[in-house]
Structure formats: structure tokens, C-alpha cells
């Protein structure tokens, strides 16, 4: 010890240390008894409250139940805090803000959507006989529950499990019209707790009045038309506050399942649905059998001038892309030139129902979204289910689903960016993602050295996350960005597609492979005018010019080792015969997904099929039904030879034989080549609907007469056979 710490004899110390060590002891001994006076203390005057027998037993289930309404509150909490994150702030009953009327690049009126207040039909004018009808069938304790009707749920509930399937729905008006507000249609168990959550909210901020009109303004009631009053116009060619018993009944069958009962669909489902409404009318005890007996002998007659062709997937799309140009403008009713081209449309959305129709029992797929844009970013079609009328959840702008090896293309389009070429030689040998995971290809096998062009045609793995290590996670996501594809983790994996995205995001981000490397937005609106004719919106005017994103020289190598997919790899079921296309192939893991991406110098299309529960398909792989849906949809799309060029690839024959027409056509008679050209090489629409009604008259003819083109006719079977084998 130093000295100035410590010296020799007492009186020279600094430090006393025994009497710091003493002071130390008895400081510590008397701090323990004084806690253990304390202690005992309060355990005496706790003893007072001691309870024994059943005093003790109410108290334990009293502070057990403290604990668990605790923890229920928490629990309560932690799930409706994302449901009312849905809530938009300010007036949240934001769809009331506009009316849109929508028209084709002709002109032609669409559709419609939104509605204001101030234009609907009041509820005290809505007649009776339709309010009880709905109530009847679809809440009848509509005016006593709280938002949720736990007696109509639980019997749906026992309903369902004795049928072990969906045979009713629990949910009340006020839950149907939060899930019209703020949620999709998904049909997922995360969506009916955010539903039941903002049930709850509405009926704290709204009157049952309130919510019944708004619900009856909302619901989509099939044909294109959303609320009751549209669904009058439509089906009845009236007011709603004209209808009869018998057309209200019909009316109040469509909320759930309005393509299903939908009267132009299926009139004798749609009867038969009213006969259950008129029994739900008694049974309610709104009417008696004998007010009933009027309607059952007079169903509601059906108008038959009317347009059942409405491109409702688009429609629902166009409409959010209404609301986010006119934010902050004071103009709420306008009308809206949209992209959509309705013959596009109608064959795209057929070539979805009938792909999940033909193969999916086999395939176990309930699902498929299409989505198709032209080299400017102009969306002309978009298909977001299988069936509108069975559930309006848009898989193709909403949906976030893993696009697997389509993905691939943002990798090779970096590496080509970064000095790689399509003839560089790449390993495909074993990878690690960290310690325990290891990147395995589709066949469990490698190929060791390979170019990289045949590694994006045979799709292989481990080739595409070694490139994406070479040129770095961060410079992908950059260009990602370009793309308009943001939320992708920069994972190790990346480059395998584990991240969710959208139909819309996917395909649009392949447009500028199509157009040579410029940006291109996908966009559904080009003007917006209000009610007195004025341009609020014009796209050409209002939007920034388009500027390049990448070399075109790198593009025409990417288009040219994506041909080769097509060509020569996982892609072979889409090639086009009249064109060269270039595309990906895409399968998630567990076969969730399955993707093709692919395009011409006309249209970039997108296809996905799958399950909205996520559970896995039949093996279905992105080289079968995308592929083969892509390849249906693409050969009727492209109704003129006058295609563009890709960058990179060499004109077909088929293109260079419609050149030499249109230029030998041009040369005797330059304005009518200009007029096809102009028109996408169609014919004038009287022409093509006179050619169409006398191919139907022939074909009709010879159906009678069992001749050539009959049905009956054995070649003509064999070889509709012959085209509807995949592959």
C-alpha cells in the first residue's frame, strides 16, 4: 500500500481501516434488519386480508380473471391496431368524394364508379319492400347486434362445419360494408378479423340508418353496377324507387353472390333465388305468404338493351387511379378517358376463367390474374380473378405474391449493366446462403460451366445469386427502384424472387425490356374532365417525358438471351408464330406460384396462377399454365402482323411479309394504308361485324347440315384436339 495511504502508528494513518470495516459491518447489518422489520410489517398487515373456504376460491378466480382480461385487452389490441390503420384520416368515407364516368379511347361510356350523396337515392325513398327484403336475407338482427351478429355467425359457423364447406356467411351488413370501405375481398382470416374490428368502429361513429344506406349504395350487385339504384337502371331499366316486391326480392338475391343469381347470367338461378328472398320475407315476419303470392306469380322481367360487357377488373383499378390524380383538386364528378381496350380485355379475361375452369380441379389452382401493357406504359387489359362477380379482390393491382425465377431478368439486366455478357462463362455449382441454407436448382443438380444466356434459359439458381453477389445486392435494388418495384429485401435469395410483389408492379417493369430501355409507368387514365367539359387531366400535358433507364445495347442483349427461354428453355409453350417474343418462366417455392412474363414489340402481358388461401398448386411450374395462357391470350391480342421490332432480335418473316403489303399498299393508295396502320391493322368495325355475322350464319348452316365445319365432323374434332394439347 502507498505511503501516502498508510504510514506507521496510529496517529499517522490517513485511513483508519478497522473502523472503516466495522463502520461497513454494522451499516450492513443494520439496513438487514431493517427490511426484515418491514417486511414483517406489511406480511401482518396483508394477514388482515387473508380469506379461506370459498372467500379464497371467489379471489383467485377474481385475480384470475384480472390476468386474463389483461392479457385478452392486449391481445385485442395488437389485432385491431392494423384494422384501423386502414382508416384513411380525415372524412374516411373517402369513396364518397368522387363520381366517375368512364369511357373508352372512342368515347363510348364503360362504366361507372363511386357515388356522391348528394346523388343517391335517400333511404326514406328506397322502398320498403327492398330494405326488408335485404335485412331478411342478409341481417335480421341488423337494428339490435353491435356490428356483429354473433347468433347469425355461430349458426353459419355449425352450418358450415356440418357441410364442411361455405354454405353461409356470418358476416352482418355492418361487416360487408367495412369490408366495401376499407378491405379487400380476399378471403383470408386476417381480413375477417380487420373486418369484424371495423365493424365495431363504424357502428360507434355512424347510425344504423346511416350504415344500411351506405351499404345499399356500395354493394356490388353484378353487370358492372355497384349500389341498388345502378342495379335497377341495369337489370330493370327504372329508378329503384319504382321497383315492385318482386323486383326487390330479385335485387336483394345479388349481395352475396351476385354473378351467381345475376338474372342476364343465369334467370333461373336468379328465380330461384327470389323464391328464397319471398321466403325470407315470411319467415322474418316482414310479410305474410299471402303479400308474397302477388310476387311469385309475377317475377321481375329482365331489359335486354343493355351492355353486358364491362371491364369491371380494370374499371376497380382505373378508379383508385382517378382518385390519386384528382387528390387536391376540387372537381368530384368527372369523367375519365381510360387506356382499356375492350376487346383485349374480354379475351383476356376469357382466357383466365377458362385456363382455372379447364385445369383447375386437375391443377388444384382457383386463381389467375393477366395483366397486358403496351411499350408506353398504356394498361389495354387486366384481369384480376378468375370470376368478378365471385369475389372483386384484385389479384393482379393488390395481391402481393412471390414472382420466383421471373425475377431473374433484374439480376442478368445488373450483371449485363456491370461488364457480363451473354456468351460469359458462369458456374453453376453449389452455393451457400449462410450456414445451413444451400441453393439447390429445380432438378437437384448442376451443371458446372455454362454461358450465361443458357443459365437464364435453364433458369438455374445458382448462377443467378452467385451474379447477384458479384455485382452487389444494393445496385439490383437501385435498379429495381427504376423499375417501380420497391419492398424487395436484399436477401441472399433475392435473386430467387422471395419477395412479394404484384401483377401490375412484375409486368410493368418488364415494359422497358419491349421498348428499348425507356421509362414507362404503367398508366389507365389519359384525361379527366369535369362536369363542364374541362381538362382537369391530361396525361400528355401533365405528366413528365418518359427518359431513358438503361443502354440499349443492354437491352438487346437481355431481349436476346430471353428469347432463348422461349426458344430453348423453360419457356417453350408461349412461342408465337408470327413474331419472336422473349419472356421468363417463374415457380415459387412449394409450387404457390406460378408466373410467365413475357413480350413482343406490341404488348408486355403478365400471367399468374395460384391460390389466395397460398396453398400449393399440382406442381403447377411457370412453363405449363402461364405459359400456355400467355401463349393463347398474345396470338388473339395481336390482331395486326405490323408489330415493332425488339431490340436485339431480328424481325419474323411473317412481320417482314405484312411490311411489304403495307408498304405495297401504301404506294397505290396511301391514305387507306394509313387508315389500317393507324387502326392496328383491323378491319373497320362495320366490316368486321358483318364478316363475323356471316362466319356465324356459314358455320350455323353447316352445323345443320353435318357438313365440314360441323361439330359432328371427325377431322374437325381431332384437330381441335390436336391444339387444345399442351405443349
Not at 427 to 435: A, F, H, L, Y
Request: glycine letters at 8%; charged letters at 25%.
Amino acid at each position: 500500500m502507498s505511503e501516502w495511504m498508510y504510514k506507521r502508528g496510529g496517529g499517522d494513518r490517513l485511513i483508519d481501516w478497522l473502523a472503516l470495516d466495522a463502520w461497513i459491518d454494522s451499516s450492513l447489518h443494520e439496513s438487514w434488519l431493517d427490511i426484515k422489520n418491514k417486511l414483517s410489517a406489511a406480511s401482518a398487515f396483508f394477514d388482515r386480508f387473508r380469506v379461506v373456504g370459498i372467500r379464497k376460491f371467489i379471489v383467485e378466480m377474481l385475480s384470475e380473471g384480472l390476468n386474463v382480461s389483461i392479457a385478452g385487452t392486449l391481445i385485442v389490441v395488437a389485432l385491431a391496431l392494423p384494422a384501423f390503420a386502414l382508416v384513411p384520416p380525415g372524412n374516411w368515407l373517402a369513396a364518397n368524394k368522387y363520381s366517375v364516368t368512364f369511357i373508352n379511347q372512342d368515347g363510348d361510356e364503360i362504366g361507372k364508379r363511386g357515388i356522391l350523396q348528394s346523388d343517391a337515392v335517400p333511404l326514406e325513398e328506397i322502398p320498403k319492400t327492398l330494405v326488408d327484403a335485404a335485412l331478411a336475407t342478409e341481417d335480421r338482427r341488423f337494428y339490435s347486434h353491435f356490428g356483429i351478429d354473433v347468433i347469425g355467425t355461430f349458426r353459419a359457423l355449425v352450418s358450415n362445419l356440418k357441410a364442411n364447406s361455405v354454405v353461409q356467411g356470418g358476416s352482418s351488413v355492418t361487416q360487408q360494408l367495412a369490408k366495401n370501405l376499407f378491405l379487400s375481398s380476399e378471403r383470408s382470416l386476417d381480413r375477417k378479423i380487420k373486418e369484424a374490428f371495423l365493424a365495431i368502429w363504424i357502428e360507434a361513429r355512424l347510425s344504423k340508418d346511416e350504415i344500411l344506406k351506405h351499404y345499399l349504395d356500395r354493394a356490388y350487385m353484378g353487370g358492372g353496377a355497384f349500389g341498388v339504384e345502378a342495379a335497377s337502371q341495369f337489370y330493370f331499366g327504372k329508378s329503384v324507387r319504382e321497383i315492385n316486391l318482386a323486383e326487390s326480392a330479385t335485387l336483394a338475391g345479388l349481395f352475396k353472390a351476385p354473378t351467381k343469381y345475376a338474372p342476364h347470367v343465369n334467370l333461373p338461378a336468379s328465380r330461384a333465388r327470389t323464391e328464397d328472398v319471398l321466403d325470407n320475407l315470411v319467415e322474418a315476419g316482414f310479410l305474410t305468404e299471402s303479400q308474397v303470392y302477388g310476387a311469385r306469380l309475377n317475377p321481375a322481367r329482365i331489359v335486354e338493351n343493355r351492355d353486358q360487357a364491362s371491364p369491371d377488373w380494370f374499371l376497380d383499378y382505373a378508379f383508385e387511379e382517378v382518385q390519386k390524380l384528382m387528390e387536391g383538386k376540387d372537381t368530384y364528378i368527372v369523367t375519365a378517358r381510360t387506356t382499356v381496350d375492350l376487346r383485349l380485355q374480354k379475351i383476356a379475361e376469357d382466357t383466365i376463367s377458362s385456363a382455372v375452369r379447364q385445369f383447375g380441379r386437375s391443377k388444384r389452382v382457383d386463381q389467375g390474374a393477366l395483366v397486358s401493357i403496351e411499350a408506353d406504359g398504356a394498361v389495354r387489359a387486366l384481369v384480376g380473378g378468375k370470376d368478378y362477380g365471385d369475389s372483386q379482390f384484385n389479384r393482379a393491382t393488390t395481391a402481393k405474391r412471390q414472382p420466383g425465377s421471373s425475377f431473374k431478368p433484374y439480376v442478368y439486366l445488373t450483371a449485363l449493366e456491370h461488364g457480363f455478357e451473354p456468351s460469359s462463362w458462369v458456374n453453376d455449382t453449389s452455393v451457400s446462403c449462410g450456414r445451413k441454407h444451400s441453393v439447390k436448382n429445380y432438378g437437384r443438380s448442376f451443371r458446372g460451366r455454362m454461358r450465361m444466356a443458357t443459365a437464364l434459359a435453364k433458369s438455374t439458381n445458382t448462377v443467378a445469386v452467385r451474379l447477384t453477389n458479384k455485382v452487389g445486392r444494393k445496385t439490383i435494388l437501385a435498379n429495381l427502384e427504376k423499375l417501380g418495384i420497391s419492398g424487395v429485401q436484399p436477401s441472399c435469395t433475392m435473386a430467387l424472387g422471395d419477395t412479394g410483389i404484384t401483377a401490375l408492379q412484375h409486368t410493368a417493369a418488364y415494359v422497358p425490356f419491349a421498348n428499348g430501355g425507356m421509362e414507362a409507368r404503367p398508366y389507365a387514365i389519359t384525361e379527366i374532365t369535369n362536369s363542364s367539359g374541362e381538362a382537369v387531366y391530361l396525361r400528355d400535358r401533365d405528366e413528365p417525358k418518359p427518359q431513358r433507364l438503361f443502354d440499349k445495347q443492354v437491352i438487346s442483349q437481355l431481349n436476346s438471351m430471353m428469347q432463348q427461354v422461349v426458344t430453348a428453355g423453360t419457356g417453350r409453350r408461349s412461342a408465337l408464330d408470327f413474331t419472336y417474343s422473349a419472356g421468363k418462366t417463374g415457380t415459387s417455392s412449394s409450387y404457390r406460384d406460378a408466373w410467365f412474363m413475357g413480350y413482343t414489340g406490341k404488348y408486355v402481358t403478365g400471367v399468374w396462377f395460384g391460390n389466395d388461401s397460398y396453398r400449393p398448386t399440382n406442381r403447377v411450374t411457370g412453363g405449363s399454365m402461364p405459359a400456355q395462357a400467355w401463349h393463347d391470350y398474345m396470338t388473339l391480342a395481336h390482331a395486326s402482323m405490323d408489330i415493332p421490332q425488339l431490340a436485339g432480335l431480328p424481325l419474323h418473316p411473317v412481320q417482314k411479309q405484312e411490311r411489304v403489303r403495307l408498304a405495297a399498299l401504301r404506294a397505290a393508295n396511301p391514305a387507306t394504308a394509313d387508315a389500317i396502320r393507324r387502326k392496328g391493322g383491323q378491319l373497320p368495325e362495320d366490316t368486321r361485324k358483318i364478316l363475323e355475322r356471316l362466319s356465324r350464319d356459314l358455320l350455323t348452316i353447316s352445323s345443320d347440315k353435318k357438313g365440314t365445319f360441323g361439330p359432328n365432323n371427325r377431322a374437325d374434332r381431332n384437330a381441335d384436339d390436336t391444339r387444345r394439347t399442351p405443349g
